[in-house]
């Protein structure tokens, strides 16, 4: 996956908002990929994260005209892409709400057992998951799509100075959790 | 910038707000997690991403531009002939009668209403949550709608028969203005259609041959387990158009068709933890300005049960 530069996504804005067909069909293959992902870290499915994205898509270019040139186009579509997300695990919570108590008939299940070749990996996975659900989110959108504090703010609307509290209470956690476990490692070692 | 180059800038700027002594702790955990990300199970191919242009093209009446077809057009150019002009003809033939058939679909979100204008200007105002469909030669060979949920149709003269269809049943008329209520989700679903002008024919989709014809401000329904509709009746047109007015007027009818209809006009969800009360009847009016808490507290005050806010609607549960 490979990163693009701020600079490309206000010209994609500037010529989508000119009606330019070819500029979104740049930025849909340039970047249709990284929100895909984004969107999957909502649904966790693969079929609705891609349909959750394509209808963004169609929802940009159907705006197009009011697109604001002083906006950062990048965060624009996050903050569709996971407003879109969000109404979609709303209008399906009930379903949602039946996996998880299927889960909960099945003591076993869900748990996966931390493997032998990456347990460090495998434990942070478990610490990430643990975190209170916006300083996952911005863990997340820092480590995963690299996007810079200030981006974040866009996308979750927040201040960035939330942003980097937020993240410095993550990273604090995953240090000391990270922590701990090397602690226990040498005692039984 | 690639991706490598934005990630290390992107932690050195959160080492500096780390403390010192932290930093190698938090700097190896970051390089850790490149192995975490679970998304890198989750494969997009080719295929996926052509799919989802093509839909989104086709959603936006955009010309898809397909470079290898543009190759191999160039080609072969030269070697066309009549077999193949003959062959592609008709499958685009074939193509374009199947688009006349692709229904045009619109729907009115939760919370509000939506007009809809069909070629010939029949007007159809669609209540929240509601959609009509109609295909592509509307008001060519036929004016064929099909309705979910509630609308107000008023149906211009002409000369090819305006129908409706619902779940269950099916209108039919020349030119009129008439409600046809219809939720096929909701529990004891029926078909309600409701005459102001002109005059209709109403039958039951599974027992043509039996229509009742409707006079202006003469109601019918259907059941799901009838094959005919009810005998006309005299109705408050006001009470079943006060939708349209965005006014709640519920005469007598069941709460199981209230709490669904207040979900949807007000956009919210309503979950009844208490389902004794949801077979109750009930008799409600409110002016356009009512806020939904208010009709929730006079249902639980009349029902003797308790209600409380929660995120985006509300739970009604025993006191």
New interface residues.
Partial sequence: ???V?EQQFSEWAARLSRSD?KA??EL??KT??VY??FA??FTKD?SS??DI??NS??KL??IRADLDPSQSLKTYIYRMVKNNALNYL?DNRQHSLQVDELQLADPDAGISEPSEE?P???H??KW?EDLPKRQQQVFEL???D????EEIAGVLQIAPRTV?NH??AA??T??DN??NYRQRRKNIA | ???KN??SE?LS??LK??DPK?RS??K???D??E?????DE?T?TKE??AS??A??KN??N??Q?DETQTEDRDATIFTLNWRWVATAATILLAAGISYLFIPIREVAPYGQQKTVYLSDDTRVLLNSGSSVSYNRLYGVINRSTTLEGEAFFEVQSGEVPFTVETFNAEIHVLGTKFNVRSWGTEPGSETTVTLTEGKLAFQSLTAPGSAIILNPGEQSSLSLNQSVPTEPDNTSLENTLSWMENRFMFENRPLYQIIPELERRFNISIDVRADRIMNDSLTIYYSNQVKAEEIIKDICLSQGVTYRAMN?GFVIENR
């Fill in positions: 996956m490979e990163s530069s067909e979104l069909d849909f293959d249709f990929e895909v992902k999957w870290r693969k994260a891609v994205v394509q898509f169609i270019w159907q709303r990456n460090l990996a495998e942070l996975k990430v820092s480590r995963y690299g996007l810079t504090h980097n993240m410095v990273l604090n995953l240090k990270y922590e | 910038m690639n991706k934005n990630i992107i700027y959160w707000k780390i932290d702790a938090v190896k955990l970051w850790e997690a192995d975490i990300d679970e998304t989750l997009i996926d991403k989802a242009l839909h989104i959603e936006l955009l010309t531009v985006n």
